[in-house]
């Protein structure tokens, strides 16, 4: 019986990613046709053929311009991959500082009502903010280098984990809590045992819903001082008017998205396994 569980998991796997491909391959054939007609522009709308060429060109050595012998590295004279590096590195390090920070300030909050209702509204306040209205004053205090760059992802960042561990510990039933206190749990115990098991998921979650948020930031973040990086190069070549590495840019930040949701996913996955279970 649970091989034929197993089997149709499986078999239900491989339709969805059937689909998926199916769906990719209809996209790319509409894009294709589109540009290929000459529907629009090809200034506003380049053909799979012209980002794939970008993308290309983006990663490897070629000449400065036709007929000029000197040859250029990537683009602004590091491959695009480089670029993808150093934003996830500030990711790592902005984002970062919120994983490890948050949970902890969210448990805090969550466990006492006095201090989640001082501080809640300002947490509120900023998770509010759109990133360009405060990347002036961040430049302002820490110049224009990785500092603040990294600033504006940790408070990107910071707010979803700490209100979504918030939510978790005030979530938890006060039953749970004194049958352990009942059955001769302490203060840690009760903490370690049923608070943090309880909070988990919603940790999880609100873990994937700041990383989410502080990536599609990392433009606002490289708008500066951005290069090496990848939001600063598709921001650079807009501003250039080239908008198949643009494209090339967009398409590489969307399927980085993809990944590092699926990781988390992943991760909450193994440290949750109980969450969905009766």
Same mark, same amino acid.
């Given at each position: 019986?649970?091989?034929?569980?197993?089997? $149709?998991?499986?078999?239900?796997?491989?339709?969805? &990613?059937?689909? *998926?491909?199916?769906?990719?391959?209809?996209?790319?054939?509409?894009?294709?046709?589109?540009?290929?007609?000459?529907?629009?522009?090809?200034?506003?709308?380049?053909? /799979? =053929?012209?980002?794939?060429?970008?993308?290309? %060109?983006?990663?490897?050595? =070629?000449?400065?311009?036709?007929?000029?012998?000197?040859?250029?590295?990537?683009?602004? @004279?590091?491959?695009?991959?480089? =670029?993808?590096?150093?934003?996830?590195?500030?990711?790592?390090? $902005?984002?970062?500082?919120?994983?490890?920070?948050? /949970?902890?300030?969210? !448990?805090?909050?969550?466990?006492? *009502?006095?201090?989640?209702?001082?501080?809640?509204?300002?947490? @509120? !306040?900023?998770?509010?903010?759109? /990133?360009?209205?405060?990347?002036?004053? &961040?430049?302002?205090?820490?110049?224009? $280098?990785?500092?603040?760059? @990294?600033?504006?992802?940790?408070?990107?960042?910071?707010?979803?984990?700490?209100?979504?561990?918030?939510?978790?510990?005030?979530?938890?039933?006060?039953?749970? #809590?004194?049958?352990?206190?009942?059955?001769?749990?302490? %203060?840690?115990?009760? #903490?370690?045992?049923?608070?943090? /098991?309880?909070?988990?998921?919603?940790? #999880?979650?609100?873990? %994937?819903?700041?990383?989410?948020?502080?990536? +599609?930031?990392?433009?606002?973040?490289?708008? @500066?001082?951005?290069?090496p990086g990848i939001g600063g190069l598709a921001y650079l070549?807009?501003?250039?008017?080239? +908008?198949?590495? +643009?494209?090339?840019? #967009?398409?590489?930040?969307?399927? +980085?998205?993809?990944?590092?949701?699926?990781?988390?996913?992943?991760?909450?996955?193994?440290?949750?396994?109980?969450? $969905?279970?009766?």
């Amino acid at each position: 019986m649970k091989k034929r569980v197993g089997r $149709g998991a499986d078999g239900s796997r491989v339709r969805g &990613l059937g689909v *998926r491909l199916l769906s990719l391959g209809v996209f790319v054939a509409l894009w294709w046709a589109v540009t290929a007609a000459e529907l629009v522009d090809a200034q506003f709308l380049p053909g /799979p =053929h012209a980002v794939w060429d970008a993308f290309v %060109r983006a990663n490897s050595w =070629h000449e400065l311009a036709p007929g000029v012998p000197r040859e250029v590295r990537g683009e602004q @004279n590091y491959f695009l991959w480089e =670029h993808l590096v150093a934003s996830l590195q500030r990711i790592g390090i $902005g984002a970062g500082a919120a994983v490890l920070l948050g /949970p902890p300030v969210g !448990f805090v909050l969550g466990s006492s *009502r006095l201090v989640s209702a001082i501080v809640e509204p300002y947490l @509120n !306040f900023l998770r509010m903010l759109p /990133p360009l209205g405060y990347i002036g004053l &961040l430049i302002v205090w820490f110049g224009i $280098g990785d500092t603040s760059k @990294n600033w504006l992802l940790f408070l990107a960042a910071f707010p979803p984990i700490v209100i979504a561990t918030m939510s978790g510990v005030q979530g938890v039933s006060a039953d749970r #809590i004194n049958a352990a206190r009942s059955l001769g749990a302490n %203060r840690r115990q009760v #903490i370690t045992r049923v608070l943090l /098991p309880a909070t988990l998921p919603e940790v #999880i979650g609100g873990i %994937r819903v700041a990383v989410g948020f502080a990536w +599609t930031t990392v433009v606002a973040a490289e708008l @500066n001082n951005g290069i090496p990086g990848i939001g600063g190069l598709a921001y650079l070549a807009g501003q250039q008017l080239n +908008t198949p590495l +643009t494209v090339a840019c #967009i398409i590489v930040i969307g399927l +980085t998205a993809l990944a590092l949701d699926a990781v988390i996913k992943q991760v909450g996955v193994l440290a949750v396994p109980w969450k $969905g279970l009766a």
